[in-house]
């Protein structure tokens, strides 16, 4: 992809941190106890991660919702102190194109912590089709843009980011790469670029390709893959029992296609996936660290899907999913609203502050999100 800049910075965490790993094995064999090498080979983000008092740490894996188009002294003391990375708007902080620039600038003009003064993370689900939170771009649901084929996908990928760049807008929640199986809800709503994996890499790669070529951030979502589900984890806990080399080769190829090009988030299922583990897919280390960074080589910024739905409920709320996503290696942690995320922001300082959180795994996701947030752009 084009963001070339944010690829470089990726690379330089994943090359360093091979580095750190065979230092600590040479370190082992030698026995020195493993000690990694010195603050100069951290890449600078990592090293920013490890100066952050456990407050500012724990706030930038947290995302939360906003509703409206007010900005409250809660949601401003957050932001002011360090204790969210971003927010994600709805369609209700948009009444109009004007009303929602407004807003998005009033939350990037709260002053911040010296070390966290990059742009906040500025989300919004801009699918296409019945998933859209503003007008304009794209233009076309996603199976419509498969229908069309890649260079049209990668046109509306443009267009999307052009349309948001203008409101200030920097992450898109997009695209949907699962594969749409029959009867799946994914397909049902025309969400899904293809029956195929090949189809979904073909078409809806492309429109990340186009989404990041403009300037915003893409989303591939739901890994390992949403596509046989027939009920959105919105509403409903969700089971996909399919065998691991079914979910290997067909549903995670369109994700592995999106890391190496080189696409900046991946979004992480809250459906239980049986094969790869009993909790839900962001909650899973075989899932959020095993598959998606071992087997995919993913070195971007992992999201988890909303917690605040009834799949995440049912796991035991915001706090325990919050700790249950870090510590599987989920980078990012999306809320609903402000008062699911302190409470989560306020069960990661705990444990951060206890030691029974890894702080060496933890620094490093933090190190990708600052990584992802001094890349992308203030507003226009």
């Given at each position: 992809?084009?963001?070339?800049?944010?690829?470089?910075?990726?690379?330089?965490?994943?090359?360093?941190?091979?580095?750190?790993?065979?230092?600590?094995?040479?370190?082992?064999?030698l026995?020195?106890?493993?000690a990694?090498g010195?603050?100069?080979?951290?890449?600078?983000?990592?090293?920013?991660?490890?100066?952050?008092?456990?407050?500012?740490?724990?706030g930038?894996?947290?995302?939360?919702?906003?509703?409206?188009t007010?900005?409250?002294?809660?949601?401003?003391?957050?932001?002011?102190?360090?204790r969210?990375?971003?927010?994600?708007?709805?369609?209700?902080?948009?009444?109009?194109?004007?009303?929602?620039?407004?807003?998005?600038?009033?939350?990037q003009?709260?002053?911040?912590?010296?070390?966290?003064?990059?742009?906040?993370?500025?989300?919004?689900?801009?699918?296409?089709?019945?998933?859209?939170?503003?007008?304009?771009?794209?233009?076309?649901?996603?199976?419509?843009?498969?229908?069309?084929?890649?260079?049209?996908?990668r046109?509306?990928?443009?267009?999307?980011?052009?349309?948001?760049?203008?409101?200030?807008?920097?992450?898109?929640l997009?695209?949907?790469?699962?594969?749409?199986?029959?009867?799946?809800?994914?397909?049902?709503?025309?969400?899904?670029?293809?029956?195929?994996?090949?189809?979904?890499?073909?078409?809806?790669?492309?429109?990340?390709?186009?989404?990041?070529?403009?300037?915003?951030?893409?989303?591939?979502?739901?890994?390992?893959?949403?596509?046989?589900?027939?009920e959105?984890?919105?509403?409903?806990?969700?089971?996909?029992?399919?065998?691991?080399?079914?979910?290997?080769?067909?549903?995670?190829?369109?994700?592995?296609?999106?890391?190496?090009?080189?696409?900046?988030?991946?979004?992480?299922?809250?459906?239980?996936?049986?094969?790869?583990?009993?909790?839900?897919?962001?909650?899973?280390?075989?899932?959020?660290?095993?598959?998606?960074?071992?087997?995919?080589?993913?070195?971007?910024?992992?999201?988890?899907?909303?917690?605040?739905?009834?799949?995440?409920?049912?796991?035991?709320?915001?706090?325990?999913?919050?700790?249950?996503?870090?510590?599987?290696?989920?980078?990012l942690?999306?809320?609903?609203?402000?008062?699911?995320?302190?409470?989560?922001?306020?069960?990661?300082?705990?444990?951060?502050r206890?030691?029974?959180?890894?702080?060496?795994?933890?620094?490093d996701?933090?190190?990708?999100?600052?990584?992802?947030?001094?890349?992308?752009?203030?507003?226009?």
């Open positions: 992809m084009d963001r070339t800049k944010a690829r470089r910075r990726r690379l330089t965490l994943g090359a360093l941190a091979g580095i750190a790993a065979v230092a600590f094995a040479i370190g082992v064999a026995g020195d106890g493993g990694p010195d603050a100069s080979e951290r890449a600078p983000e990592i090293e920013v991660a490890s100066t952050l008092p456990a407050g500012q740490l724990a930038e894996r947290i995302v939360a919702g906003l509703a409206g007010g900005v409250s002294p809660r949601l401003r003391t957050a932001i002011g102190q360090g969210i990375a971003g927010v994600v708007l709805f369609e209700s902080s948009f009444p109009s194109r004007a009303a929602g620039r407004r807003l998005i600038a009033r939350l003009a709260i002053p911040r912590p010296r070390k966290l003064r990059d742009p906040l993370l500025i989300m919004v689900d801009q699918e296409g089709g019945l998933v859209k939170r503003v007008g304009g771009a794209p233009n076309a649901s996603a199976r419509e843009m498969s229908e069309r084929g890649a260079a049209y996908s046109r509306q990928g443009r267009l999307t980011a052009r349309n948001l760049r203008e409101l200030g807008v920097n992450v898109d997009a695209p949907v790469l699962d594969v749409g199986r029959p009867g799946g809800t994914i397909a049902a709503t025309e969400r899904a670029f293809g029956a195929s994996a090949a189809k979904v890499v073909a078409t809806g790669v492309p429109f990340a390709e186009g989404l990041e070529a403009g300037g915003v951030a893409a989303t591939a979502k739901h890994f390992p893959g949403f596509g046989a589900g027939g959105n984890t919105d509403f409903a806990v969700e089971t996909i029992d399919l065998p691991v080399a079914t979910l290997r080769a067909v549903d995670e190829a369109p994700f592995r296609a999106f890391a190496a090009a080189g696409g900046d988030l991946v979004m992480l299922s809250t459906a239980i996936y049986p094969a790869f583990s009993a909790v839900p897919a962001a909650f899973a280390r075989p899932i959020a660290t095993g598959e998606l960074r071992g087997r995919l080589g993913f070195d971007g910024v992992s999201v988890t899907d909303a917690l605040g739905t009834v799949a995440v409920q049912d796991f035991g709320g915001p706090a325990k999913a919050g700790l249950a996503a870090a510590r599987a290696g989920t980078d942690l999306l809320f609903n609203d402000l008062g699911q995320a302190e409470s989560a922001w306020r069960a990661l300082v705990a444990k951060l206890a030691r029974a959180l890894d702080r060496a795994a933890f620094e996701s933090v190190g990708r999100v600052l990584a992802l947030r001094a890349d992308l752009p203030f507003g226009r």
